[in-house]
Nanobody, 126 residues
Framework: QVQLVESGGGLVQAGGSLRLSCAVSGRTVVSAMGWFRQAPGKEREFVGGINWSGRGTHFADSVKGRFTISRDNAKNTLYLQMNSLKPGDTALYYC????????????????????WGQGTQVTVSS
């Protein structure tokens, strides 16, 4: 059973930074992973993703230049570094993993990912 556990969310002022982590257990083979977010009353949306090797990333236009993704496959952990946060970034943030191994392409749809964490809340005050 694959489990994803996010951490690192919290309350931050606009312009501040947060680093989210996602610990993966129950699986040793790497796959592409992604971060999504969902604000109240809105659909879950893609934030960014990283391929299995960590050398390929892709971001939503709304976060490009402000967010970065990295992974430590030895620690089975995914990270999302969020800088220059805005109130519009307020949401529940989820990490997700693709079932397919060694996928080199980062996909952006919620249906493209098979495993999900429970989410961590990020609140950005103005």
């Amino acid at each position: 059973q694959v489990q994803l556990v996010e951490s690192g969310g919290g309350l931050v002022q606009a312009g501040g930074s947060l680093r989210l982590s996602c610990a993966v257990s129950g699986r040793t083979v790497v796959s592409a992973m992604g971060w999504f977010r969902q604000a109240p009353g809105k659909e879950r949306e893609f934030v960014g993703g990283i391929n299995w090797s960590g050398r390929g990333t892709h971001f939503a236009d709304s976060v490009k230049g402000r967010f970065t993704i990295s992974r430590d496959n030895a620690k089975n952990t995914l990270y999302l570094q969020m800088n220059s946060l805005k109130p519009g970034d307020t949401a529940l943030y989820y990490c997700a993993a693709d079932r397919a191994v060694y996928r080199s392409v980062v996909r952006t749809g919620t249906a493209d990912y098979d495993y999900w964490g429970q989410g961590t809340q990020v609140t950005v005050s103005s």
